[in-house]
């Protein structure tokens, strides 16, 4: 369903159960927000490296019966040089970047 602001929610499924929400315009960008805070993903430093291991998402649109199958990496990257004001206070010097790639659309029967 879509909400007032536009915005749609989507459930992580895990081994069948409801996990982690994530919301966005598109369900690609709910996927990147997931792709960003998985796990293990910490010790790659390149995309391609990353890409190799991916790991398969699936968001179960909230109010519908789609679930959005893609297939997700995440990687450490250096952080870019005009980083804002609270990163450079910090000294952050890495970001997680994430990136998705979809397989397909299921519906669930109820």
Same mark, same amino acid.
């Given at each position: 369903?879509?909400?007032?602001? &536009? ?10 159960? %409801?996990? %982690?929400?994530?919301? &966005? +315009?598109?369900?690609?960008? $709910?996927?990147?927000? $997931?792709? +960003? +805070?998985?796990? &293990? ?6 995309e391609d490296? $990353?890409?190799?291991? $991916?790991?398969? @998402? +699936? ?20 952080a ?23 397989? &397909? @659309?299921?519906? @669930?029967?109820?």
């Amino acid at each position: 369903m879509v909400r007032e602001d &536009g915005k749609r929610n989507f459930v992580m499924l895990e081994n069948g159960e %409801k996990t %982690k929400q994530f919301t &966005g +315009r598109m369900p690609r960008q $709910a996927a990147l927000k $997931a792709a +960003r +805070r998985l796990e &293990g993903y910490d010790s790659y430093e390149s995309e391609d490296e $990353a890409k190799a291991d $991916a790991t398969e @998402i +699936r968001l179960l649109e909230r109010g519908t019966d789609r679930v959005h199958v893609y297939d997700a990496w995440a990687w450490r990257d250096t952080a870019p040089n005009d980083k804002p004001g609270w990163m450079q206070q910090n000294e952050v010097s890495t970001v997680t970047r994430g990136n998705v790639s979809k397989q &397909g @659309i299921e519906h @669930i029967e109820k």
